[in-house]
């Protein structure tokens, strides 16, 4: 029953012009403000990020990127049709770095991205770009989400590798040469990551990316888009992510690890309205005694 009405759903939005969608999202994300959606985890995260600036700023941020999830909740279905029709073409556009995915897309290159703009369509739109794409992603513990999402992504042209997959099938991806995605800005287990600045504050942030770029010396690319609220279109911005050599191979992974941890940074403090400011980013601390900055926060 519960999977009918939720495939009810998705298939209503599907149904809906681009415009009327993208309000009914909007509408998604005023009623989760509404119900104060992990309000308490935003201003948490504002705080953190942005402590020179006042509440009124952060309040507007807070609510913007809460409508914003709404849009994102009712535009996500709509991808496979936007990629199957061409029309992702006219949504998505490159303003930044095209030259640089010409120039690796036949190299097996890694990219990094993070949970700003529209992520999903994010790669969708490489996907129409430049052909097939990998990135990595957490399967869903709940089957039905996972059914949904692997359903989506497929349609939209991406191909999914679960973080419990073989290393062998990554690196096999890596020497066909073919492009394999990173999202590099959530909160991950201490055996996952490295701990890098992140807005001022030590942030443990995953070091996969990383390892195998160093490893096997593949150009590494940071990758974001953002939607442009008068034409209602998302912009994309490709930039080489560039790091010094350590003194050893840890080393290396750790500069570079900042380096796209940096660039991330960069792209949100442009963009902080659209940015997924709901993840308790920073709940992992250096050390055990460390309290987390969320307490006790579901």
């Known amino acids: 029953m519960i999977e009918k009405l939720v495939y009810w759903v998705l298939n209503y939005f599907r149904s809906l012009p681009r415009e009327k969608a993208l309000k009914r999202g909007e509408q998604i994300g005023k009623f989760l403000w509404f119900i104060r959606y992990r309000r308490k985890v935003i201003f948490i995260n ?4 942005f402590p ?3 509440l009124e700023w952060k309040k507007d941020i807070a609510k913007k990127s809460v ?3 709404g849009r994102i909740i009712a535009e996500v279905p709509k991808l496979p049709d936007y990629y199957k029709s061409g029309e992702i073409g006219n949504i998505f556009k490159i303003i930044k770095g095209k030259e640089l995915l010409d120039k690796y897309k036949d190299t097996g290159f890694i990219f990094t991205s993070a949970h700003l703009g529209n992520w999903e369509l994010l790669l969708s739109g490489l996907a129409y770009n430049i052909g097939d794409i990998y990135a990595l992603a957490y399967r869903q513990e709940n089957e039905i989400a996972y059914k949904i999402m692997r359903d989506i992504r497929t349609g939209y042209g991406i191909n999914v590798i679960h973080h419990n997959e073989s290393l062998k099938k990554i690196i096999k991806i890596l020497n066909k040469r073919k492009p394999v995605g990173f999202f590099v800005d959530q909160n991950t287990m201490r055996k996952r990551g490295v701990f890098v600045d992140f807005f001022g504050k030590q942030a443990i942030t995953v070091d996969f990316a990383a390892r195998l770029a160093v490893k096997f010396k593949k150009p590494v690319l940071f990758i974001y888009c953002y939607m442009d609220y008068k034409d ?4 994309c911005e490709i930039e080489e992510v560039h790091y010094k050599e350590g003194n050893s191979v840890s080393e290396t992974e750790l500069n570079l690890v900042q380096a796209y941890t940096k660039k991330v940074e960069e792209a949100v403090r442009k963009h902080p309205d659209q940015y997924l400011w709901v993840h308790k980013r920073w709940r992992t601390r250096p050390t055990e005694k460390e309290p987390s900055p969320y ?3 579901p």
């Open 46 to 49: 504002l705080d953190i990020a």
């Open 232 to 235: 209602k279109n998302y912009y």
């Open 67 to 69: 409508i914003h999830i």
């Open 52 to 54: 020179e600036k006042s």
């Open 295 to 297: 307490g006790d926060l």
